[in-house]
């Protein structure tokens, strides 16, 4: 199995910065991609950006140019994934999810919430 707990998530105002850290340990030899999904009030589940071990990255039309995602995967205990997140509107605000792509099943984290609002 793999744990995956998320944190830097908060209020912030439009035009602001965040960066969010997701840290995945257990099963993470498994793990074949890292991806940020989102989640607004009333909307479907969306993914953000998504980055393989080769270092390939994948972002919604949304966020291109405003956000990029990094990780670091040469611990041996846990794999770390970065969203840096900048220029920020309102339209961002949802609780952001961690999710790991293994060869066997997907993994979720449980969410933290990004707010941003003058």
């Known amino acids: 199995q793999v744990q995956l707990g998320e944190s830097g998530g908060g209020l912030v105002q439009p035009g602001g910065s965040l960066r969010l850290a997701c840290v995945a340990s257990?099963?993470?030899?498994?793990?074949?991609?890292m991806g940020w999904y989102r989640q607004a009030p009333g909307k479907q589940r969306e993914l953000v950006a998504a980055?393989?071990?080769?270092?390939?990255?994948?972002?919604?039309d949304s966020v291109k140019g405003r956000f990029t995602i990094s990780r670091d995967n040469t611990k041996n205990t846990v794999y770390l994934v970065y969203l840096q997140m900048n220029s920020l509107k309102p339209e961002d605000t949802a609780i952001y999810y961690c999710?790991?792509?293994?060869?066997?099943?997907?993994?979720w984290g449980q969410g933290t919430q990004v707010t941003v609002s003058s």
């Open positions: 999710k790991s792509t293994g060869s066997t099943r997907d993994y």
């Open positions: 980055i393989t071990n080769g270092g390939s990255t994948n972002y919604a």
């Open positions: 257990g099963s993470i030899f498994e793990i074949y991609a």
